[in-house]
């Protein structure tokens, strides 16, 4: 029978930081053996809530109890202590130490004052067995897949004997096996009498996964849902307050001249393959494809970061030798990269320094910078991309993950480029800030701005595309026309067929 006490509970919870009131009075419960997920756009407090639940940060105001009981806790080892864990989107391993270590690190059992790596070692093999990770427990963590690494962040939760389990986004960066795979483990650890509490923006996985699902809305409960009333549209409701009649915002744009040709392009990730596509202005062109197609190798090489091994780029009808970002830049060639926090934008500066940032020499002189200039071109674009903030003094790391994305674009967009390539555009963003970015991808296209972007979501490519390049181990599969697009198309040509 199971126990109608919340294994952890939280009642009227209020936090608030310079300037902004995260929660206002949120409340949440996790049964034993129960899957709940939390959801909510960026900026509705759930990262917030999470780290009072794991310790990291403590309430203002209200309460939190542990089996009924209240507790406070004053850092992460006392949530620890209660049997609270979490797994960090960005995982916190040491990818220098062995697995074993890195399960007991700072907990290592000792022998006669020294560790005792036989114990660890034994003991975090059976671990690795509950989970069914088969890889030796002496093995580095720098050998393993990102899929790998997450299990390791659930052995080593196990290894407190941790009866709640916060994981935050952790299909972010996992191939679909891999995802399966986890969704496995956390089943089993549900049947275990293992808490779950999954974070994630993937509206799929919490159909699938949750028992109940708790919504956060602008810091405050907006509803809860049990199995059975979890659907795609109930979902979205309750997140953005609003129906979402048309997500994929589209309009018929006339296309114009070939903005970037590539003809023969040859990688260094993959140099067997020829690469041969065009955009032209005004047109957004997607590319699909499994994890390892090379998609992202292509983008680099467009932008220069990896120098094409041979081949020619066209952009603008003249023929551009891209050996460098800056050579891209020159031509007109933009890239909104996958990784923003570490390749996007520089999360401790301001938002009217990072717009800045690509166009530095634009508004500099004689080595001074115009700070005139550089605030007016910050304002004009933050008012133009809607980005949430008090002002654009703002630091960038303080944003949502959607207006992060939004002052990337604003960075590139005042260099007014030909040619935009955008890499996971709405990666770990929530549904309505995706709304926002599509609706900014379909402006830029009819303002005659060329969009090639790379997506692993279907629906988006599907929704978002004039036209679908396919590729597969690093060459060009296929090309789908609007009329053409179906996931089975697509998947059809994206396994080599």
């Known amino acids: 029978m199971v126990s109608e006490t919340p294994r952890l509970e939280v009642r009227?919870?209020?936090?608030?930081?310079?300037?902004?009131?995260?929660?206002?009075?949120?409340?949440?419960?996790?049964?034993?053996?129960?899957?709940?997920?939390?959801?909510?756009?960026?900026?509705?407090?759930?990262s917030t809530l999470m780290k009072i639940l794991a310790g990291?940060?403590?309430?203002?105001?209200?309460?939190?109890?542990?089996?009924?009981?209240?507790?406070?806790?004053?850092?992460?080892?006392?949530?620890?202590?209660?049997?609270?864990?979490?797994?960090?989107?960005?995982?916190?391993?040491?990818?220098?130490?062995?697995?074993?270590?890195?399960?007991?690190?700072?907990?290592?059992?000792?022998?006669?004052?020294?560790?005792?790596?036989?114990?660890i070692n034994k003991d975090s093999a059976k671990l690795l067995k509950r989970i069914g990770l088969n890889v030796s427990p002496k093995t580095l963590v720098k050998e393993l897949t990102v899929g790998q690494q997450q299990m390791v962040e659930i052995a080593k939760a196990l290894s407190i004997n941790a009866r709640v389990l916060i994981m935050d986004e952790p299909t972010s960066s996992l191939s679909a096996g891999e995802s399966a795979n986890l969704f496995q483990v956390i089943r089993?650890?549900?049947?275990?009498?293992?808490?779950?509490?999954?974070?994630?923006?993937?509206?799929?996985?919490?159909?699938?996964?949750?028992?109940?699902?708790?919504?956060?809305?602008?810091?405050?409960?907006?509803?809860?849902?049990?199995?059975?009333?979890?659907t795609h549209d109930s979902l979205v409701r309750?997140?953005?307050?609003?129906?979402?009649?048309?997500?994929?915002?589209?309009?018929?744009?006339?296309?114009?001249?070939?903005?970037?040709?590539?003809?023969?392009?040859?990688?260094?990730?993959?140099?067997?393959?020829r690469l041969n596509l065009s955009v032209r202005a005004g047109e957004i062109v997607g590319v699909a494809g499994l994890v390892g197609a090379g998609r992202t190798e292509m983008l680099r090489t467009l932008f220069g970061v990896d120098a094409p091994v041979s081949g020619s780029i066209e952009v603008g009808g003249k023929c551009v030798e891209l050996k460098s970002p800056k050579d891209a830049i020159s031509a007109g060639v933009a890239l909104v990269p996958e990784d923003r926090k570490q390749q996007g934008v520089v999360l401790d500066m301001m938002i009217r320094q990072n717009i800045g940032l690509a166009s530095l020499h634009q508004h500099s002189r004689l080595g001074f910078l115009n700070f005139g200039v550089e605030q007016q071109q910050s304002t004009d674009m933050s008012q133009r991309l809607r980005v949430k903030a008090p002002g654009d003094f703002y630091r960038v790391g303080n944003l949502s993950g959607g207006n992060q994305q939004k002052v990337v674009l604003g960075k590139w967009l005042a260099m007014k480029p030909q040619v935009l390539l955008?890499?996971?555009?709405?990666?770990?963003?929530?549904?309505?800030?995706?709304?926002?970015?599509?609706?900014?991808?379909?402006?830029?296209a009819g303002q005659g701005i060329a969009?090639?972007?790379?997506?692993?979501?279907?629906?988006?490519?599907?929704?978002?595309?004039?036209?679908?390049?396919?590729?597969?181990?690093?060459?060009i599969t296929g090309e789908l026309s609007r009329e053409q697009l179906s996931e089975e198309s697509i998947m059809h040509l994206a396994t080599g067929h």
Do not use: C
């Not at 209020?14 to 949440?28: D, E, I, N, W, Y």
């Not at 806790?73 to 989107?89: E, L, R, T």
């Not at 790379?454 to 396919?470: A, H, N, P, Q, Y």
């Open 12 to 46: 009227d919870i209020v936090k608030s930081f310079p300037g902004v009131k995260a929660l206002k009075g949120v409340s949440l419960r996790v049964m034993p053996g129960e899957v709940l997920s939390v959801v909510g756009e960026n900026g509705a407090g759930k």
């Open 56 to 119: 990291v940060q403590s309430q203002d105001t209200g309460t939190l109890l542990v089996d009924g009981k209240a507790q406070k806790f004053g850092s992460v080892s006392d949530a620890m202590s209660h049997g609270i864990a979490i797994i960090h989107q960005e995982l916190n391993l040491a990818d220098n130490l062995e697995i074993g270590a890195n399960i007991f690190l700072g907990r290592e059992p000792r022998r006669f004052g020294l560790i005792n790596n036989a114990q």
């Open 188 to 230: 089993d650890l549900k049947a275990a009498g293992v808490s779950i509490v999954y974070i994630s923006h993937r509206l799929a996985e919490v159909q699938d996964l949750s028992d109940r699902v708790t919504v956060l809305r602008d810091g405050e409960n907006a509803g809860e849902l049990v199995r059975g009333e979890v």
């Open 238 to 273: 309750l997140m953005v307050g609003r129906d979402i009649s048309r997500f994929f915002a589209r309009n018929p744009h006339s296309k114009g001249k070939v903005a970037i040709e590539v003809k023969d392009v040859v990688t260094t990730a993959w140099p067997k393959h």
């Open 422 to 444: 955008m890499d996971e555009p709405t990666r770990g963003i929530d549904v309505g800030a995706k709304q926002e970015i599509y609706q900014l991808m379909d402006e830029l």
């Open 451 to 475: 969009i090639l972007f790379v997506s692993s979501e279907l629906e988006e490519i599907i929704g978002m595309s004039d036209r679908v390049i396919v590729m597969h181990e690093g060459r």
